[in-house]
């Protein structure tokens, strides 16, 4: 008769694991990492509005070719999140199974450059750092640093990327965070709606340095709340992380640190099907579907650029996750102006950036650096 052994769940065991794994890990500190293949390499009008359309930004700037002929740019533009389309801007660390949860801390990009229809595009990824710490809970935590550069056709600097991947102990089925799925009554809905049908946009009205002062705050956008629906937009915007059927089950082999099992099937899947499927939510820690840290990012793009208008341009975007979205979550974003130096013909204005759920909770922060023009007509 056959014995079956169990691994070794001990604490001592898990720690092992993780030592392995931080060794591994930090070794590719410096190198090259591909994690995923390009998805969006020529920027056509259907590609830009395929992930316009995920992450709900109908800026007509990226959908309206007679608008955009006449603004600035003379053509349609992509969305300045569209490079995580390109390719995404995180890193798991070493390929293989270890009991870690994977938690997306924080995004921040630099762009040089527009992202123009027909550009094409060409990126690569490099693990920069890997750091860790303890939870007050005592958790582990490692950090994994990586850094995300995107060139056009002529090999010019787009835009850089820096991403933070944290990886946490999983202790068992406890939850790291928890709190129900909220159920909205008709007087909570009744501003959601009317914040969600009074969005607007600068557009052609030429918004300049002299428009601005510190302290001044910009119109807020509401985004949710958060269906499932929303999360599969948001990852077909961004390509496919993981292939169907045969082919996804030789991509789990391929790549056990980004792999989870189904709690009930107890079959190997893609982390990423995390964020549509209730039963891997939980078996990750969360009490259902969750958003991502790059979701999170583009979902508050369009703060920055709906309010900066055709003329202007986004620089900087950091945004810091203080903690998940999960489903069914609306979020109140917000942004102050807090410094306008005079630079390149114009000003660049930094706003510091929030966004509150709607139990009243700070669940992220960050700041954006744009450029406006000193004030010249608009075209």
């Known amino acids: 008769m056959s014995t079956v052994v169990s691994p070794d769940t001990s ?8 030592d392995e794994f931080v060794a591994r890990s930090r070794a590719l500190t410096g190198q090259e990492v591909r994690e995923r293949s390009p998805w969006n390499t020529v920027v056509t009008a259907d590609a830009i509005r395929h992930f316009a359309y995920g992450i709900s930004d109908d800026n007509p700037l990226w959908l309206d070719p007679d608008h955009a002929a006449r603004s600035p740019y003379g053509r349609l533009v992509a969305p300045p999140a569209f490079l995580t389309s390109v390719l995404y801007p995180i890193l798991h660390g070493a390929p293989m199974a270890v009991p870690l949860s994977s938690l997306i801390g924080g995004i921040e990009y630099r762009w040089f450059r527009p992202i123009l229809e027909d550009d094409v595009l060409r990126a ?16 582990r935590l490692i950090f994994i640093i990586g850094e995300t550069t995107y060139w056009n056709q002529r090999d010019e600097e787009v835009a ?14 406890e939850l790291l965070f928890d709190r129900p ?25 030429l918004l300049t340095g002299r428009d601005v002062e510190v302290g001044q705050e910009i119109p807020q956008i509401v985004r949710g709340p958060l269906t499932i629906g929303d999360m599969v937009c948001w990852q077909a915007a961004i390509g496919p992380s993981y292939r169907a059927g045969a082919l996804g089950y030789r991509d789990c082999l391929k790549a056990p640190h980004t792999t989870v099992k189904n709690p009930v099937l107890g079959w190997p899947v ?50 810091r996750i203080a903690a998940p979205a999960i489903y069914g979550d609306t979020i109140w974003y917000r942004g102050t102006v807090t410094a306008k130096t005079d630079a390149d013909g ?19 922060t960050g700041e954006a650096e744009v450029w406006l023009p000193s004030g010249a007509t608009a075209a």
């Not at 990824?125 to 005592?138: A, I, M, P």
């Not at 930094?350 to 669940?363: D, R």
């Open 270 to 319: 893609k982390y990423s099907q995390q964020h549509e499927d209730v039963h891997l939510a939980a078996q990750r820690g969360m009490p259902g579907p969750f958003d991502n840290g790059v979701m999170r990012f583009a979902w508050v793009s369009p703060l920055v650029t709906n309010w900066m208008g055709d003329s202007g341009f986004l620089r900087r975007l950091y945004v």
């Open 124 to 139: 690569a990824s490099k693990q920069t750092d890997l750091n860790e710490k303890k939870s007050g809970s005592g958790r």
């Open 181 to 205: 799925i909220y159920r909205y009554s008709e007087q909570e809905i009744e501003p959601i709606a009317e914040a969600i049908n009074s969005e607007t946009r600068t557009g052609r009205r």
């Open 11 to 18: 604490a001592d065991a898990v720690d092992a694991q993780i």
């Open 346 to 364: 114009g000003a660049v204005v930094t706003l510091a950036i929030t966004g509150t759920n709607q139990v009243g909770a700070s669940i992220t």
């Open 160 to 173: 850089n990327a820096t991403g933070t991947m944290i990886r946490a102990t999983q202790v068992g089925t």
